[in-house]
């Protein structure tokens, strides 16, 4: 299926946090591969959450970042601004996403053309995945609807993710399960989230992320790829 595998591994992260230079350097250590979902017109914003009592950053990638922190990965559309697509007009999500993927693919000198939905709750349905289909250049775009499972999905345009990695020990779990499959059929283990959540210290910690990276690389016989690599592969 994927370089002659049955298993693929991925991870996709959402907003472009400034936490992505870290989160970058422990994937490329381990070998393992993403791809990172920006709003172009939000890119070099600065912003910060207090949590616990302690200031989290919110910050943003430079523009002038993107072509060289993200080149060994992925990026991919989050729309311009962050907004619910649900609740645009089809002339507003077309603007959307494709105004983001026209200033991504110049960014990054590469065309862009996968994509994730932004913002929480119903951030999706079926209205916004025809016009994405019909009316854009996206080839795929992942939800936050999590499957906790491995099975292959025949709907690109309303891709669901195996798990958000803030269930964390649910996450481990599912990788000891992946690991361990011997199916002849193909199993994709998709992993999502924030890079900014590594510093709120909760269930995923930057710890507790690098010990899973650690665990789910070098496995000869699963594929590590972005999610272009994965959806494109023959």
Request: hydrophobic content about 35%; charged content about 25%; proline content about 2%.
């Amino acid at each position: 299926m994927w370089n002659g595998k049955n298993k693929a591994l991925t991870f996709s992260f959402d907003d472009g946090a400034v936490q992505d230079e870290r989160a970058i350097e422990i994937l490329n250590r381990y070998g393992l591969k993403a791809t990172f979902n920006l709003n172009s017109g939000l890119l070099g914003t600065v912003g910060k959450d207090t949590y616990n009592g302690r200031t989290i950053s919110r910050d943003k990638i430079s523009s002038a970042k993107v072509r060289s922190l993200y080149r060994n990965h992925e990026v991919a559309v989050h729309t311009i601004s962050h907004p619910n697509l649900t609740q645009l007009s089809e002339d507003d999500i077309v603007f959307q996403v494709e105004k983001d993927r026209a200033l991504l693919s110049e960014l990054c000198g590469y065309e862009v053309y996968g994509m994730a939905y932004p913002c929480g709750g119903v951030n999706n349905d079926d209205r916004v995945a025809a016009v994405l289909r019909e009316k854009t250049s996206v080839r795929f775009s992942r939800t936050i609807t999590s499957t906790h499972n491995f099975d292959l999905q025949t709907n690109l345009f309303r891709f669901n993710p195996t798990v958000y990695y803030t269930e964390a020990d649910k996450m481990f779990a599912l990788a000891e399960e992946f690991l361990s499959s011997q199916k002849n059929t193909p199993q994709l283990f998709y992993i999502w989230g924030h890079t900014y959540e590594l510093d709120y210290g909760d269930s995923i910690t930057w710890e507790r992320f690098e010990e899973f990276c650690r665990l789910v690389s070098g496995h000869d016989d699963v594929f590590y790829a972005t999610n272009s690599q994965i959806f494109t592969a023959k």
